[in-house]
């Protein structure tokens, strides 16, 4: 049996007469930049999120730029975050003149820890001149905290959101891989990318929100803020040719994108549920296999799987005999930004933050899509559970 990692193929079979059904909408009023497919897909993800505002734009990394922005951060300033993530989240950092300062995740999540957190802003800030945090290490000013959701989990965000406000710090969330994630507050649910005054979403198509092609967004329950980045988004210009800022670019989300984001919003509830099933079925299969280290999902929180991510032994020889039997695995992330060349600036070493790299050593993500079936889940499992057994045998014979 081949299973692939994840299968686009059969989302849009699923939706393929409502996405042509818009497509030809889009095409027929020619309206293909702005309009009324971008202001409708804003509005409904915006109250999909139960937040006022949304502004659509050109990918998730610009998403994150443009979130940074709006919470006031610039040249000079320091942004606290995770090794274990994607690029694009250091990437917006540093795109708007900051650095990042790294803390170390929870073992157990991947996330952000906020035990981490509160220690390096105890320990490793002190107050400056004018009653604002510095990273003693860089001398920056420590302006926000970019806590990352990651492979659908969000983290700890009533922890972290109060040690923000403990130090008057901005919270802007990198949401790109937890769309309809949610954790508890107060007794009410909450989606990721509720909790800071800005936060970001990748549209990339292999998202549980996905498009056909690069798209991005950021929520807000602020107009001051939406409105600034509507301005960056689109050359700093608040009408044509009149320009009000030096600092925008073209960082727009094109309207057929909009379109087909609109049509696959209205099934992301029922996508993500049919991804918790599959979570459960990897779940009983493995369950009493104390070699592989399941996903966690703490009390109070809703995990959406983008990824189902396990740790094993031997992750190496596990994922080649794997790929071997045609099943598609991937490693998210092999490698934590603090070790990367592209920041060997920053000064950080190995051993610097030990909990993502021993996760990056062990981490292996099994095939998780909403189409994928129980059939190919056990063959996954089975698949999984000989290539530990091969590799105990090698090992036991050595």
Same mark, same amino acid.
């Given at each position: 049996?081949?299973?692939?990692?994840?299968? #686009?193929?059969?989302?849009?079979?699923?939706?393929?007469?409502?996405?042509?059904?818009? #497509?030809?909408?889009?095409?027929?009023?020619?309206?293909?930049?702005?309009?009324?497919?971008?202001?409708?897909?804003?509005?409904?993800?915006?109250?999909?999120?139960?937040?006022?505002?949304?502004?659509?734009?050109?990918?998730?990394?610009?998403?994150?730029?443009?979130?940074?922005?709006?919470?006031?951060?610039?040249?000079?300033?320091?942004?606290?975050?995770?090794?274990?993530?994607?690029?694009?989240?250091?990437?917006?950092?540093?795109?708007?003149?900051?650095?990042?300062?790294?803390?170390?995740?929870?073992?157990?999540?991947?996330?952000?820890?906020?035990?981490?957190?509160?220690?390096?802003?105890?320990?490793?800030?002190?107050? %400056?001149?004018?009653?604002?945090?510095?990273?003693?290490?860089?001398?920056?000013?420590?302006?926000?905290?970019?806590?990352?959701? $990651?492979?659908?989990?969000?983290?700890?965000?009533?922890?972290?959101?109060?040690?923000?406000?403990?130090?008057?710090? =901005?919270?802007?969330?990198?949401?790109?891989?937890?769309?309809?994630?949610?954790?508890?507050?107060? %007794?009410?649910?909450?989606?990721?990318?509720?909790?800071?005054?800005?936060?970001?979403?990748?549209?990339?198509?292999?998202?549980?929100?996905?498009?056909?092609?690069?798209?991005?967004?950021?929520?807000?329950?602020?107009?001051?803020?939406? =409105?600034?980045?509507?301005?960056?988004?689109?050359? %700093?210009?608040?009408?044509?040719? @009149?320009?009000?800022?030096?600092?925008?670019?073209? %960082?727009?989300?094109?309207?057929?994108?909009?379109?087909? #984001?609109?049509?696959?919003?209205?099934?992301?509830?029922?996508?993500?549920?049919?991804?918790?099933?599959?979570?459960?079925?990897?779940?009983?299969?493995?369950?009493?296999?104390?070699?592989?280290?399941?996903?966690?999902?703490?009390?109070?929180?809703?995990?959406?799987?983008?990824?189902?991510?396990?740790?094993?032994?031997?992750?190496?020889?596990?994922?080649?005999?794997?790929?071997?039997? =045609?099943?598609?695995?991937?490693?998210?992330?092999?490698?934590?930004?603090?070790?990367?060349?592209?920041?060997?600036?920053?000064?950080?070493?190995?051993?610097?933050?030990?909990?993502?790299?021993?996760?990056?050593?062990?981490?292996?993500? $099994?095939?998780?899509?909403?189409? @994928?079936?129980? =059939?190919?889940?056990?063959?996954?499992?089975?698949?999984?559970?000989?290539?530990?057994?091969?590799?105990?045998?090698?090992?036991?014979?050595?």
């Amino acid at each position: 049996m081949k299973v692939p990692f994840v299968d #686009l193929r059969a989302q849009h079979d699923e939706l393929r007469s409502e996405i042509d059904s818009v #497509l030809t909408e889009v095409i027929d009023n020619s309206s293909f930049i702005g309009g009324p497919f971008v202001d409708r897909f804003e509005r409904n993800f915006a109250e999909f999120l139960r937040l006022q505002f949304c502004v659509a734009c050109a990918s998730g990394t610009d998403a994150l730029k443009l979130a940074l922005m709006a919470a006031g951060v610039g040249e000079g300033d320091a942004v606290v975050t995770v090794p274990n993530t994607f690029i694009a989240t250091v990437e917006a950092i540093t795109q708007v003149g900051a650095i990042p300062a790294f803390v170390d995740i929870d073992s157990d999540t991947y996330c952000m820890s906020p035990e981490k957190l509160a220690e390096f802003l105890a320990k490793d800030c002190r107050t %400056g001149n004018s009653g604002y945090l510095v990273d003693r290490r860089t001398g920056r000013r420590v302006k926000a905290l970019l806590p990352v959701h $990651l492979y659908g989990l969000p983290a700890d965000m009533n922890a972290i959101a109060e040690l923000g406000a403990c130090h008057n710090l =901005e919270v802007v969330e990198d949401a790109c891989q937890a769309h309809g994630a949610s954790r508890m507050h107060e %007794g009410v649910e909450r989606r990721a990318g509720s909790f800071g005054g800005t936060s970001a979403f990748s549209f990339y198509p292999g998202k549980n929100l996905g498009g056909m092609g690069e798209g991005g967004a950021v929520v807000t329950d602020s107009e001051h803020k939406a =409105e600034r980045m509507r301005i960056w988004r689109e050359h %700093g210009q608040v009408e044509r040719y @009149i320009h009000v800022s030096p600092n925008g670019w073209n %960082g727009r989300l094109d309207a057929l994108q909009c379109a087909v #984001l609109d049509v696959k919003l209205k099934k992301l509830e029922e996508w993500n549920e049919r991804r918790r099933k599959a979570a459960k079925w990897y779940e009983d299969f493995l369950c009493t296999d104390d070699r592989v280290v399941l996903p966690m999902e703490p009390e109070g929180s809703r995990h959406v799987y983008h990824l189902f991510v396990v740790r094993l032994p031997d992750r190496d020889s596990v994922r080649g005999r794997l790929s071997s039997k =045609e099943i598609g695995v991937g490693l998210h992330y092999p490698i934590p930004l603090h070790l990367q060349a592209a920041y060997r600036g920053l000064g950080l070493k190995a051993g610097d933050f030990p909990e993502a790299e021993k996760a990056a050593r062990s981490i292996l993500s $099994l095939p998780m899509f909403p189409h @994928i079936t129980h =059939e190919q889940v056990a063959y996954v499992c089975e698949s999984l559970r000989d290539a530990l057994d091969d590799r105990a045998h090698a090992a036991c014979c050595a």
